[in-house]
């Protein structure tokens, strides 16, 4: 990178079902988070010292809103998003994690599954902050 460019300003943000549970929208949001923790790791900062000498493991280092959607808003920005899938991280839930006992139990429902029967949970994304606001600068915070 040139001295006089800019970084580009980055944003994460998860988009959950509001109407779900607390407990299932509790668990979809850990899912997601995990799941951009891992597909991000920059965004996960160092482990350091306490001042007791206690190690103290890396969270992540900048906010990752709970944005509230319905069905209809999550399936919307799913479906508006496929065109910038080479620009933007996504990780979406589908209501099949809470019917399935195990990850290939999983995987195998959702391939078996047409895309317009999925039920999402949740969806988190990841890019540039312009880009993220663009799918989802329209939503409150999930409270």
Request: zero cysteines; hydrophobic letters at 35%.
């Amino acid at each position: 990178m040139s001295d006089n460019e800019i970084p580009q300003e980055k944003k994460s943000v998860l988009v959950i079902d509001e109407s779900l549970p607390i407990g299932v929208i509790a668990n979809t949001s850990a899912i997601l988070a995990l799941s951009l923790g891992k597909l991000v790791p920059e965004m996960v900062g160092e482990d350091f010292e306490d001042s007791d000498g206690n190690i103290r493991r890396g969270i992540t280092t900048y906010p990752i809103p709970a944005l509230k959607g319905s069905p209809e808003v999550l399936r919307s920005i799913r479906a508006k998003l496929k065109d910038y899938e080479s620009d933007l991280i996504v990780v979406d839930l589908f209501g099949a994690t809470r019917t399935t006992r195990s990850y290939e139990e999983y995987i195998q429902v959702v391939q078996d599954t047409p895309e317009d029967k999925h039920e999402y949970l949740g969806i988190a994304i990841s890019g540039s902050k312009k880009l993220v606001n663009k799918f989802t600068g329209n939503l409150g915070l999930l409270k």
